[in-house]
Nanobody
Framework: QVQLVESGGGLVQAGGSLRLSCTASDRTFSRYHMGWFRQAPGKEREFVAALTWNGDSTYYADAVKGRFTISRDNANNTVYLQTNSAKSEDTAVYYC??????????????????WGQGTQVTVSS
């Protein structure tokens, strides 16, 4: 069982930046592909970004491409989401998740086995 804990959320002004972190409890972290999803009030959870176990490949939703960057530090069991040029529509609870493979798609929730509890990001205009 891999436990994931997100941190770094908070209030940011439009155009500003935040760095979200997600730390895993288990050293098997480096075997998992990782992803970030978000859920805005009244909306379904949606894919944001993902990367492979070694960080060689990254994937982004169109809504965040060019503004967000996903990265990982396997030595410290942590995945990051750097959010730049924040927009009001980025307001959501952000979740990190771990996937044993991307066979069923890196953007699909069904691919991810473990989930964190989420961290709130609020963008003020």
């Amino acid at each position: 069982q891999v436990q994931l804990v997100e941190s770094g959320g908070g209030l940011v002004q439009a155009g500003g930046s935040l760095r979200l972190s997600c730390t895993a409890s288990d050293r098997t972290f480096s075997r998992y592909h990782m992803g970030w999803f978000r859920q805005a009030p009244g909306k379904e959870r949606e894919f944001v970004a993902a990367l492979t176990w070694n960080g060689d490949s990254t994937y982004y939703a169109d809504a965040v491409k060019g503004r967000f960057t996903i990265s990982r530090d396997n030595a410290n069991n942590t995945v990051y989401l750097q959010t730049n040029s924040a927009k009001s529509e980025d307001t959501a609870v952000y979740y990190c998740a771990a996937a044993p493979s991307f066979r069923t798609g890196w953007g699909r929730e069904v691919s991810y086995r473990y989930w964190g509890q989420g961290t709130q990001v609020t963008v003020s205009s």
